[in-house]
């Protein structure tokens, strides 16, 4: 089942370590788009509805004392669609870690980039993985969490650069839907192909962890990649 980001956040990180960034970064309606509602309608009700700005929770935190940096998507927000805010906010919190030297974790939960702003979406693929680009030059590590779905743009940006790629059980992960790959391909598809254990039997993931056990799993990956044995 789907969690909020800030549950996420309560599950993951010591107890009062998060300390929350760019709060106030929050998308606009640059295109005036209009579908059935107005995207400033939508943008409106997804914050009543999860207590947000953005689709995306960025801050710094402490995972079994390891300090990194957390950024956390809540999919009751417009799907988790990474917009030009989710963009910059992923963007600031990568440049954050730089700036502290510390590592990145990013949780995705994601309908892919957000329809409603055009080409202004899409270039925040190229934007955080320019980014990613700068903190692998620092010898910095990202963790990438992906969790149920995790599709579309996110998938095809920041989430599959990890140096290290973690997913929930029986998360769908992909690119495009199934129904659309099949038109396209005019093939069979193999039976559970987006999900997390066929991706890690093919060697896209790395590992497959249960919820309960994330919290302890990103803490032994920290303190490898930190070069701090784990203890216990």
Known sequence: FRISARERIVQLVDQGSFEERE???A??????????KRYRDRLRAAREKTGNTEAVVTGLARIGGLPTVLCAFDFAFLGGSMGSAVGEKL??????AIAKHVPVIIVSASGGARMQEGILSLMQMAKT???????????????????????????ASFAMLGDVI?????????FA???????????????????????????QLD?????RDLKETLRRLLAFLADQPPSG
Do not use: W
């Not at 963007?91 to 954050?96: F, S």
């Not at 990613?132 to 010898?139: D, V, W």
């Not at 973690?166 to 992909?174: D, F, H, K, N, T």
């Open 166 to 174: 973690v997913a929930e059980p029986r998360a769908l992960i992909g």
């Open 177 to 203: 839907g199934p129904r659309v790959i099949a038109e396209t391909i005019r093939q069979p598809l193999p039976e559970g192909f987006q999900r997390s254990e066929f991706l890690l039997e093919h060697g």
């Open 129 to 155: 993985a320019a980014a990613l680009e700068r903190l692998a030059a620092e010898r910095l590590p990202y963790i990438s969490v992906l969790t149920d779905p995790t599709t579309g743009g996110v998938t």
């Open 91 to 96: 963007t600031r919190a990568i440049e954050l």
């Open 23 to 25: 709060r106030g970064v």
């Open 207 to 211: 590992l497959i962890v249960e919820r």
């Open 27 to 36: 998308s606009v309606d640059p295109l005036g788009f209009k579908d059935t």
